[in-house]
């Protein structure tokens, strides 16, 4: 259940306090709940926005950038991904064409397994590329206000000196701790492979490993980190894509399977089939029912709606308390008919 004291979403929007330059194409924007409560997170963890293009509200999540330790508003650090011909249908675009302080925005509270929860145990290895600086910033802003002083070697890849995010700040996080190793790459002079990465950190192994970039980038730091030994276990990856999900388009064919199932949508009455393998949120959007939805993964908690009756099999990531689900709530994007299906949209 949800603390009362604590910013949770909902009605309580977000107000845009400023937005700073960071880098081409990159911006900060500073958030504060409009009732003033605090807000809770932790380092690693993003936040769910929704943005009013034009042809109606998209979400897309972003993670939070500041110190878990500043609760009083939050830093969404963001690259734009459109240019001046997107404006009006790319969510970043709009972001940075239109969004200013004073403005508000609907939003999900902070949400996601990719996250320092408590002080490290074992040394760190922060590894990101291009936007993927921002759950590394936050893991960094954090052990500075704790002064944790664990052995962290941070590696960011930008395409060029000027797009090295954080560049100054995380220079000086890392003086003042005096426990940090610090490489700056750009694609100039090359992009990183497995032996690239097993160069700059020769204990890999022992390293519990934060990476976020590209997949090409990642699964590079990730093979090098299985062949110096590391654990799986100590392998953390977050890709700042949403799940690709072509069945949302409406009229997409239902995939042929033996066993079929009837979803019924409340409180249009309209009806759909679907296979055990379908999700919910894809018989939806057969049916043109639009369940606003961002991470397509269960970890989000967007596509939250509640199902009357019958069954599913839900396969989220923490996106959903078991409370909610007690009350009947499921995750569409992660649910699959195990049985005829009453839901309310
Ligand atoms: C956990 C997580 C954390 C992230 N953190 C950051 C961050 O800190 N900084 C940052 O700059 N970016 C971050 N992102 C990426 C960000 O959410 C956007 O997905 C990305 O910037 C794409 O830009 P856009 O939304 O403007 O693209 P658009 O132009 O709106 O979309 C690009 C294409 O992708 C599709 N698409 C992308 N996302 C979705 C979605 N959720 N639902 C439906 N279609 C989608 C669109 O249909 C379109 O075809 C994060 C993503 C995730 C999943
Ligand atoms: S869209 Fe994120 S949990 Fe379903």
Not at 57 to 70: E, K
Not at 154 to 159: D, E, I, K, N
Request: aromatic share 6%; proline share 8%.
């Amino acid at each position: 259940m949800a603390d009362p004291a604590i910013w949770s979403g909902g009605a309580d929007l977000l107000r845009c306090l400023s937005v700073t330059p960071e880098a081409p194409g990159v911006k900060t924007f500073r958030f504060a709940p409009e009732s003033g409560l605090p807000l809770r997170f932790h380092a690693g963890q993003f936040v769910t926005l929704g943005l009013p293009l034009a042809a109606g509200t998209v979400w897309r999540c972003f993670t939070i950038a500041s110190s878990p330790l500043q609760t009083e508003a939050i830093d969404l650090t963001i690259k734009t991904q459109g240019g001046e011909a997107t404006v009006n249908a790319s969510a970043t675009a709009w972001m940075h064409a239109h969004l200013e302080a004073g403005m508000t925005l609907a939003a999900q509270p902070p949400a996601g397994p990719f996250c320092l929860m408590h002080p490290p145990e074992v040394p760190l290895l922060l590894v990101s590329a291009g936007s993927g600086a921002t759950p590394m910033v936050s893991i960094a802003r954090f052990l500075r206000d704790i002064g944790d002083r664990t052995p962290v070697h941070y590696v960011h890849l930008a395409r060029s000196e000027s797009e090295l995010l954080f560049k100054a700040e995380i220079e000086a996080i890392a003086g003042e701790l005096g426990s940090w190793t610090v490489d700056w790459l750009t694609t100039a002079s090359g992009r990183p492979d497995a032996a690239s990465f097993a160069r700059l950190t020769p204990d890999l192994a022992r390293r519990e490993v934060f990476c976020c970039g590209p997949a090409g980038f990642m699964a590079s730091v990730e093979d090098a980190h299985a062949k110096a030994g590391g654990p799986a276990a100590r392998f953390r990856k977050e890709a700042f894509v949403a799940i690709p999900i072509p069945e949302l388009a409406p009229h997409a064919a239902a995939k042929e399977t033996a066993t079929r199932f009837t979803l019924r949508f409340q409180p249009a009455g309209r009806e759909t089939e679907a296979g055990p393998e379908e999700t919910v949120l894809a018989a939806a959007g057969r049916l043109g029912i639009a369940i606003p939805y961002a991470c397509g993964d269960g970890i989000c908690g967007t596509c939250r709606i509640r199902k009357t009756s019958g069954e599913v099999e839900m396969h989220h990531q923490g996106g959903i308390e078991e409370e909610e689900i007690a009350d009947g709530e499921i995750l569409a994007c992660c649910s699959y008919p195990r049985s005829h299906l009453v839901l309310e949209v």
